[in-house]
Structures are given as C-alpha cells and as structure tokens.
C-alpha cells in the first residue's frame, strides 16, 4: 500500500470546526485515487497531510509503512497555480529540482531534456521564461519539475482547474499517459465531475472534513475524452456524484 491514513484529523488554531476529522484512507501502489468534494470539504488540506505539508492534529499518515512526518521526494507536488520561478529559465526551473535531489551537474542538461520530451514540449521551450508559454505549457513544465525527483507517488491539487477546456482534457490525456507508462501512484484533487470519472480508479467524496464514501469506478479504460459518456455505466457514476455531490442531475449543469 503507498499511502495509509487512520483518524487522521486537522484543526487549525483558531477555528470554530476541525478541517479535517475521522478520515481513514488506503491509497494502492500504481492507482489514480481522485478527492472531490465542495470548497471547504477538506480535500487539499488532506492532500497536503499526504504530501507531508500539513502535519495533523490527530492520527497518522505512512507512506510504504513509513510515517510521513515532512516532504519527502518520494511524493511529488503539482499545484493549481504552476509555482514556477518567473526569473529563471523553464531549463533552470527544473535544474533547481534536479539539483535540489542531488542529480549531478554533468547530467542535469540532459536529464532536463528527457523531462521536456516525457510532458511533450520541445527542445526550444527550455529557454524561455514561463511567462512568455500559455497556462498548459506552463503546467506542463509544472509536472516536468514534479517529475525531476522521480517520485513515487504524484499528489496533483487541481492542477487542471484554470485552463480552458480543450486543453484541460490535453492535459489529462498527458497524466493518464504518464501514469501507465511510469507506473506511478496518483492521488488528484479537482471540482470536476467527468474529470474524476475519467482519471480515477478509485473516487473519494469529502464532506464537511470526512470522507463521506469511496466510489470504485467501473468503467473500463481507456477512457477518451470524446467517447467518456458512451461508456457502460457513465451516466449512473455521473448521477451518483451529483448526488453526493448535492448537484443537480440535469447534464446542462457542470459542477465546478
């Protein structure tokens, strides 16, 4: 198992309710384990206990049977905003997390070029800045830096959530690559509804700081994006995260 959580609880100083309380969670070596829920349900706060950025207030979190008590390179972060170094290069951005892991200096321009190719931006990219790319290249290069320490598990907070649409599904196209081909374990926040049928093994529902039910997904992959609601069974798991959701069922409404 990658990562186990038990009674795993956040309680920030000063607030009225716990974020987080009761929540117990098994994450699977080699899964795409999706979080949804509302805003304010507790689902980034509970990425980041997973990532070690949090440390809760009750309970436990192991990641292959050890306890995460800090970041760990072993789990990789992918945020919303792209975190990006704006003065430097996208070359140095992923330098700086070759170099921060201890890839050596002789290696590191060759390693960056094999990052690029594996998120699928070319050679000319590197040195440029990321203000001058649009929001997916940026985030692209994002999971290019993620990548840098070759992590074992990528923990992905809405990563997706600013882009336009055509390049929303792009960029899910790219992590479901990246996940059969590297064989990597996912855990991925997001507000979106499809994308969470589309990506996940496993959904969790959070509700007012709990995990309210865990959602197997059964419908076969692939999954493309254009041929997602032909799928047996799309449109009763659609039905059934509306409804845990609060959602209304009508298509016409996208959760977001």
């Not at 959530?161 to 059969?180: N, P, S």
Request: negative net charge.
């Amino acid at each position: 198992m990658a990562l186990i959580a038990r009674g795993l609880g956040v309680h920030f100083p000063g607030a009225v309710a716990p974020t987080l309380h009761g929540i117990d969670l098994d994450v699977p070596d080699g899964s795409c384990t999706v979080l949804v829920g509302a805003s304010g349900s507790g689902k980034s706060t509970l990425l980041h206990c997973l990532a070690g950025l949090i440390t809760p207030t009750t309970g436990t979190v192991t990641d292959a049977d050890r306890a995460v008590t800090a970041p760990d390179p072993r789990r990789g972060m992918a945020f919303q905003r792209d975190v990006l170094f704006p003065w430097m290069s996208v070359a140095d951005n992923i330098a700086f997390a070759l170099r921060a892991t201890g890839v050596p200096a002789r290696r590191r321009r060759e390693r960056v070029r094999e990052l690029l190719e594996e998120v699928g931006l070319p050679d000319a990219v590197a040195g440029q800045r990321p203000s001058s790319l649009s929001g997916g290249m940026r985030q692209r290069v994002g999971i290019a830096r993620m990548l840098a320490g070759d992590p074992e598990v990528m923990l992905m907070d809405e990563p997706f959530a600013a882009l336009d649409a055509l390049t929303r599904l792009r960029m899910q196209d790219l992590l479901i690559e990246l996940w059969a081909r590297l064989e990597r374990t996912v855990v991925f926040v997001t507000h979106d509804v499809d994308e969470a049928i589309r990506l996940s093994d496993t959904i969790g529902v959070l509700r007012d700081g709990r995990i309210d039910r865990l959602i197997t997904n059964p419908l076969d992959r692939p999954r493309p994006a254009g041929a997602l609601a032909d799928q047996p069974g799309y449109s009763e798991l659609r039905r059934t995260l509306h409804h845990e959701l609060g959602v209304d069922h009508d298509d016409r409404y996208h959760y977001a």
